[in-house]
């Protein structure tokens, strides 16, 4: 049995996670704040008696910083990775308070790391996102092209990647970073104006609403199922391969408009004004996670035929 922290483990990707590795054995510690503005549900995994919940900010190093001790007491020198994927994730909100961005993404990974670091944790997994690249760039997005954030939430993700960066060369913590393209799949958030474009569409094909397309539609999107972002993750932190301070993207090497998706779940369509501080197109270089052993196994379309056929818009069945 190994032991893990995963941080934003009620959330839409964490809770993947937490199900993942209690599902093979282990013994996982979660980190959450129940805050994220977008999700309708958390989700909580109580299968196993060797999960434990701490209700505690990122931001605040002094509690993150107790909760690693009190694991590190519980399994002494044996945390064997973090996964981190606590963050504030909507664009136009941090636009309107960059604030925000800069506590939960970029002070808080600091907090995570430097307690990484403080107690030796063998592998720390850091979400990052595609966003970093911004607009500009050669499609397929490679790892090593020049960053352009757009806006604050971007920025405050470069920012953290940077720390990242920095913890490795200087005192040697054992980093990856991984980018993830547009995520989508069960539990995704749904709730709100800015939820994320696949939860937003299927909220409102359930409500017999239109669906809104921003600006045009002719943006495009590298979408990524939430299984495949957590095998990603599994197969970083147990690799027998030295990925120490690698950033990796994670994405399909596919993508499309979002006013293709858009028509693959309805006709009644709205469009809605152009929003400042968004990329035009995603599209993932993948090669470097796929020479790991990783493959994307199922496609945003795929996934939106079957969720469609069988009603099935948003999933409630552990709630926090």
């Not at 190093?61 to 909507?90: K, T």
Request: aromatic fraction near 10%; proline fraction near 3%; glycine fraction near 8%.
């Amino acid at each position: 049995m190994s032991t893990y922290i995963v941080t934003g483990g009620c959330g839409f990707i964490g809770s993947h996670m937490v199900d993942k590795l209690i599902s093979l054995g282990h013994r996982v510690y979660i980190i959450d704040n129940l805050s994220a503005r977008s999700n309708e549900f958390f989700y909580k995994n109580d299968s196993s008696r060797a999960v434990y919940y701490h209700l505690v900010d990122v931001s605040d190093a002094i509690a993150i910083n107790g909760v690693f001790e009190s694991v590190f007491e519980s399994e002494p020198g044996n945390i064997d990775a973090v996964f981190h994927f606590a963050a504030e994730a909507r664009i136009q909100p941090m636009i309107k308070n960059p604030k925000m961005a800069v506590d939960a993404n970029t002070i808080g990974t600091i907090n995570i790391i430097e307690a990484c670091k403080r107690f030796n944790v063998k592998t720390m997994v850091h979400s990052s996102t595609s966003s970093v690249y911004g607009n500009g760039q050669t499609m397929p997005l490679k790892e090593d092209a020049m960053r352009n954030p757009l806006n604050p939430y971007s920025i405050s993700k470069a920012c953290a990647e940077d720390f990242c960066k920095m913890y490795h060369n200087l005192w040697g913590v054992n980093v990856v970073v991984l980018r993830y393209f547009n995520v989508f799949g069960e539990r995704q958030p749904i709730k709100g104006t800015y939820a994320p474009v696949v939860g937003k569409f299927m909220r409102q094909l359930e409500n017999g609403e239109p669906l809104t397309v921003v600006g045009n539609g002719t943006q495009r999107r590298d979408f990524t199922w939430v299984g495949d972002i957590v095998e990603a993750n599994y197969i970083v932190a147990t690799s027998n391969i030295d990925l120490a301070g690698e950033v990796i993207n994670v994405g399909t090497g596919e993508n499309i408009s979002i006013l293709e998706l858009a028509k693959g779940i309805s006709d009644n369509i709205w469009f809605t004004e152009e929003r400042p501080g968004e990329a035009r197109e995603t599209l993932a270089d993948n090669s470097k996670m796929k020479s790991l052993g990783w493959r994307p196994t199922k496609t945003i379309e795929q996934w939106v035929m079957e969720n469609i056929s069988q009603k099935k818009f948003s999933t409630a069945e552990k709630i926090y």
